[in-house]
């Protein structure tokens, strides 16, 4: 049945009126030689007073406050859009100020929750969770929910790349690798070498058309090295693991892909190193896709969501896996199943 509209829920269409009137003023013919105080007015309405009835409006929902930034950037993108040209000049005065403030918040707000997570974390499980968890938990706190996975990724990745240099096993529980013997990071270092050499030559090469355009790739091309790296670095600080009690599997690919599966799912188990079938009825949970080996396949009875990199989901009932150590980890997993 689709959910009526209550009467309550109209009180959203006064900031889209109110904006709405603001555009039609600047649309009017006599707003051409409007003296300059009027134009002041209108930057101030569509900065300051719409957020504000805004942030009034969903003081007291369900809503998360940080959507007031957003609501605060699209009326900075609208502004610019309908103000003259040249009446733009205290616009950007207040960019210039406003916005470094309004980052400022946004990051204090973030790192606020990350600290308030972990310590929640601590005091319920005893254990602190591992940074990329609480970060995710974080920024889903403080921001909306795509806007908050792409954010957690970003920061993870500088994370990973320059900060994280000690790698700490998870007290109480077996921690299984997966980079130690398949390869990967021969691999990811191969990859990291084609792409800085190509960098060079393309960056060279576009240069003789376009320079912004040749730096934007060759930045485009640093980033991904740099991502690459991360994830070098995060395979050994996001290992799998089997929760025993909860009786389930975590399975990590660094920050690049993860899934949770319970353990009663699993019907049947395969030590393989075979070639997957081109149907996709096998899905290859790592983060280098079919460039990565397994030596695992789990069949489950029911479908299970993987995340991957940038909120990108994949469905699947089976999963090719790899894992250093297969035979503990097997061992471990039959233990807990239930064969009848």
């Known amino acids: 049945m689709t959910k009526s509209l209550k009467f309550s829920d109209l009180i959203f269409l006064v900031p889209i009126f109110f904006v709405l009137s603001l555009v039609m003023l600047v649309n009017l013919p006599f707003y051409q030689t409007a003296p300059a105080s009027l134009t002041y007015a209108v930057i ?74 972990i310590l929640q974390f601590k005091a319920e499980k005893k254990k602190s969770p591992d940074f990329y968890t609480a970060l995710g938990l974080a920024c889903k706190a403080v921001l909306p929910k795509r806007v908050a996975t792409i954010f957690a990724m970003e920061i993870a990745v500088v994370y990973y790349a320059l900060f994280s240099w000690n790698a700490k096993p998870t007290a109480g529980i077996t921690e299984f690798t997966s980079h130690k013997k398949n390869g990967i990071t021969s691999v990811v270092y191969a990859l990291m070498m084609i792409f800085l050499a190509e960098t060079f030559a393309v960056h060279m090469l576009v240069d003789r058309w376009s320079e912004l355009v040749a730096w934007v790739l060759t930045w485009f091309s640093l980033y991904t090295c740099l991502q690459l790296f991360a994830l070098i670095r995060s395979l050994p600080r996001r290992l799998s693991y089997i929760d025993k009690i909860e009786r389930r599997l975590y399975l990590r690919s660094g920050f690049f892909n993860e899934t949770i599966i319970d353990i009663d799912t699993i019907k049947g188990i395969q030590l393989t190193a075979r070639s997957l079938p081109e149907d996709g009825s096998i899905v290859k949970f790592s983060a280098l896709g079919g460039m990565d080996t397994h030596n695992i396949i789990l069949h489950l009875d029911e479908e299970t969501i993987m995340q991957r990199i940038y909120g990108f989901q994949k469905s699947f009932t089976s999963l090719a896996i790899f894992i250093d150590e297969k035979d503990l980890f097997v061992n471990q997993l039959n233990e807990l199943r239930k064969i009848e």
Request: with cysteine; hydrophobic share 55%.
């Open 44 to 117: 101030f309405d569509l900065l300051l007073t719409t957020p504000l009835i805004y942030f009034l409006i969903i003081r007291k929902r369900n809503i998360p406050k940080i959507t007031v930034v957003s609501v605060f950037m699209g009326c900075l993108f609208l502004a610019h859009y309908i103000i003259p040209t040249a009446q733009q000049t205290l616009l950007h005065q207040l960019e210039f100020w406003l916005v470094p403030i309004v980052e400022f918040c946004v990051i204090s707000a973030i790192i606020f929750s990350a600290q308030k997570t």
